[in-house]
């Protein structure tokens, strides 16, 4: 997560405006962007931004602990903890809401109905408009609990006109990287996985989170006027959007390799050097998830090998399933309604998996 106090960062202000927005509509919605496009930096900034007109509380879903998703028990449990958890923390430290979670949790066989009615006691405590944020959902999707979880606070949002703003959760917030709306879970044991989303009242919205060569220019501005270098932002600006296309992580990275391995070469020379580091870089999180999604995903692998080696043209057509999720990884966009690679980076990054492939495959 990016921390202005500590980062140089793109201005991001309008773009969260959006989300400002949603919440003052009381809309919940979903942030589902790839890995490393700006979900947590966005969560955090409507926590530090929000808290105080509503009373923001942030949670995460990610676990290592499989038996927090077995029953209807240890979900509550699970549930319950997150919000203990939330109340110690320095920023919303309230001894009274972290007791009400204390109590909450001693319940001895709580089916939904409890969970539900639960929420709206702690809501009418609380008298003031709850908003949130659940981060890393990604792990849950296929779990029958969660769905059932989705489909209360659906309920309950339903239900808010008639038994008024404080029955439930102003505002609810999912992110990940999967698709909520698009889940499929088992619902028993028997069955095949089938699309079962209750999210069907998240709000959709149009917006961008790629950094423009403007936006990047605030980040290098602020960078410029500490340090001094005379470099021309603007150029260097719309010469990392050349080769990152604006993903947050890509530009942020470049640099990163300029300002600590490059000896600040602030010239195209230098950007074109930091792409080539960042391509070499085998620990680059970003980069291994590509081989991990390509392995893992025939039909993804597929459809990029025929774009990146066969320059296959494909319509950009995200009612396709392999379109959808190789736009859902940010692996490719929109080129005049074709698909084509998302930047210059990945489209190096691919040529070399593929590359690789043919090289394991042929001398074995």
Same mark, same amino acid.
């Given at each position: 997560?990016?921390?202005?106090?500590?980062?140089?960062?793109?201005?991001?202000?309008?773009?969260?405006?959006?989300?400002?927005?949603?919440?003052?509509?009381?809309?919940?919605?979903?942030?589902?962007?790839?890995?490393?496009?700006?979900?947590?930096?966005?969560?955090?900034?409507?926590?530090?931004?929000?808290?105080?007109?509503?009373?923001?509380?942030?949670?995460?879903?990610?676990?290592?602990?499989?038996?927090?998703?077995?029953?209807?028990?240890?979900?509550?449990?699970?549930?319950?903890?997150?919000?203990?958890?939330?109340?110690?923390?320095?920023?919303?430290?309230?001894?009274?809401?972290?007791?009400?979670?204390?109590?909450?949790?001693?319940?001895?066989?709580?089916?939904?109905? =409890?969970?539900?009615?639960?929420?709206?006691?702690?809501?009418?405590?609380?008298?003031?408009?709850?908003?949130?944020?659940?981060?890393?959902?990604?792990?849950?999707?296929?779990?029958?609990?969660?769905?059932?979880?989705?489909?209360?606070?659906?309920?309950? =949002?339903?239900?808010?006109?008639?038994?008024?703003?404080?029955?439930?959760?102003?505002?609810?917030?999912?992110?990940?990287?999967?698709?909520?709306?698009?889940?499929?879970?088992?619902?028993? /044991?028997?069955?095949?996985?089938?699309?079962?989303?209750?999210?069907?009242?998240?709000?959709?919205?149009?917006?961008?989170?790629?950094?423009? /060569?403007?936006?990047?220019?605030?980040?290098?501005?602020?960078?410029?006027?500490?340090?001094?270098?005379?470099?021309?932002?603007?150029?260097?600006?719309?010469?990392?959007?050349?080769?990152?296309?604006? =993903?947050?992580?890509?530009?942020?990275?470049?640099?990163?390799?300029?300002?600590?391995?490059?000896?600040?070469?602030?010239?195209?020379?230098?950007?074109?050097?930091?792409?080539?580091?960042?391509?070499?870089?085998?620990?680059?999180?970003?980069?291994?998830?590509? $081989?991990?999604? *390509?392995?893992?995903?025939?039909? *993804?692998?597929?459809?990029?090998?025929?774009?990146?080696?066969?320059?296959?043209?494909?319509?950009?057509? /995200?009612?396709?399933?392999?379109?959808?999720?190789?736009?859902?990884?940010?692996?490719?966009?929109?080129?005049?309604?074709?698909?084509?690679? !998302?930047?210059?980076?990945?489209?190096?990054?691919? !040529? $070399?998996?593929?590359?690789?492939? =043919?090289?394991?495959?042929?001398? !074995?």
């Amino acid at each position: 997560t990016c921390d202005s106090k500590r980062h140089y960062m793109v201005d991001t202000t309008n773009k969260m405006k959006v989300f400002e927005r949603l919440i003052n509509n009381g809309n919940y919605f979903t942030i589902n962007r790839a890995r490393q496009f700006g979900k947590s930096t966005s969560l955090k900034w409507i926590y530090n931004h929000l808290n105080g007109e509503y009373l923001v509380v942030s949670l995460s879903f990610e676990t290592t602990d499989k038996t927090n998703w077995i029953d209807n028990k240890s979900f509550y449990d699970f549930f319950c903890q997150n919000m203990i958890t939330a109340f110690k923390s320095a920023k919303i430290k309230n001894e009274e809401y972290e007791q009400f979670w204390k109590d909450a949790k001693q319940a001895e066989k709580p089916d939904f109905k =409890y969970f539900s009615d639960v929420i709206t006691e702690f809501c009418e405590k609380v008298q003031k408009k709850v908003v949130i944020l659940i981060d890393e959902v990604d792990q849950s999707l296929d779990n029958e609990l969660f769905v059932r979880f989705l489909a209360m606070l659906r309920n309950k =949002y339903i239900d808010r006109d008639q038994f008024g703003d404080y029955s439930t959760f102003w505002s609810v917030i999912l992110a990940g990287v999967y698709a909520i709306k698009s889940m499929k879970v088992k619902i028993r /044991p028997e069955e095949e996985h089938k699309f079962n989303s209750p999210w069907n009242v998240a709000a959709d919205y149009k917006l961008d989170m790629t950094f423009n /060569p403007q936006e990047i220019s605030t980040m290098l501005t602020d960078y410029e006027n500490d340090y001094h270098f005379g470099f021309d932002i603007k150029e260097i600006s719309e010469e990392i959007y050349k080769y990152t296309s604006g =993903y947050p992580v890509l530009v942020s990275r470049v640099c990163k390799e300029i300002d600590e391995r490059l000896n600040k070469d602030w010239t195209k020379d230098g950007v074109q050097n930091a792409v080539k580091r960042i391509l070499k870089d085998k620990d680059f999180t970003l980069l291994d998830d590509i $081989s991990k999604n *390509l392995h893992r995903h025939k039909e *993804l692998h597929n459809l990029m090998y025929a774009i990146s080696v066969n320059t296959v043209q494909f319509s950009y057509s /995200p009612i396709d399933p392999v379109i959808k999720m190789a736009i859902m990884f940010s692996y490719i966009k929109d080129d005049n309604n074709f698909v084509t690679v !998302h930047n210059l980076i990945f489209d190096e990054a691919f !040529h $070399s998996f593929f590359i690789e492939e =043919y090289n394991r495959k042929h001398n !074995h």
